[in-house]
T-cell receptor, first 116, second 113 residues
């Protein structure tokens, strides 16, 4: 069975500091993708970053980077230089090739609060 | 319009009403999804359509009926809902494949009275 675990219901970070949001996963798929999404209070889910299970390098997108440790089955999101606009819910998600590339499993989310 | 749009943004309906949620994507994607997001619960996948064919139905009650007339449009028909169906309903689209990210609409906030 596939599962995503986000153990931090809420996180606080000071503006301009870096923060790491944890994500661990479980899957029997030989190939899978890991995603992070941001959901502001407006409700819309915004795609942030993607990591493929066979990618050799950790993904980076601007201030977002993914600390992928395949052996530990973890895919933590690192946000550098936090901004007030980063306050939102963050969801880790996974999609495996055995489900035809359609079924995406989401974690419960972490609410990030950025303090001025 | 660009991206994924959903209408209406807010909906209040009684348990005996029939209503429909609409989703439209302008991204040329070939897969579309309905998700339910309730308070304090992970996002729940309801239905997936690929090339207008339903490929995933996650044990959703029959009072929710999806329809995908073409690759750009997705509907969720609602009838005789229960108060526990009150939630944010999100539509998403993507290309097929495990490497493709999903693009979400703004959601419909549904309240069943």
């Amino acid at each position: 069975a596939q599962k995503i675990t986000q153990t931090q219901p809420g996180m606080f970070v000071q503006e301009k500091e870096a923060v790491t949001l944890d994500c661990t996963y479980d899957t029997s798929d030989p190939s899978y993708g890991l995603f992070w999404y941001k959901q502001p209070s407006s409700g819309e889910m915004i795609f942030l970053i993607y990591q493929g299970s066979y990618d050799q390098q950790n993904a980076t997108e601007g201030r977002y980077s993914l600390n992928f440790q395949k052996a530990r089955k973890s895919a933590n999101l690192v946000i550098s230089a936090s901004q007030l606009g980063d306050s939102a819910m963050y969801f880790c998600a996974m999609r495996g090739i055995n489900t035809g590339g359609f079924k995406t499993i989401f974690g419960a989310g972490t609410r990030l609060f950025v303090k001025a | 319009e660009t991206g994924v749009t959903q209408t209406p943004r807010h909906l209040v309906m009684g348990m005996t009403n029939k209503k429909s949620l609409k989703c439209e994507q302008h991204l040329g994607h070939n897969a579309m999804y309905w998700y339910k997001q309730s308070a304090k619960k992970p996002l729940e996948l309801m239905f997936v359509y690929s090339l207008e064919e339903r490929v995933e139905n996650n044990s959703v009650p029959s009072r929710f009926s999806p329809e995908c007339p073409n690759s750009s449009h997705l509907f969720l028909h609602l009838h005789t809902l229960q108060p526990e169906d009150s939630a944010l309903y999100l539509c998403a689209s993507s290309q097929e494949g495990s490497r493709s990210e999903q693009y979400f609409g703004p959601g419909t906030r549904l309240t069943v009275t």
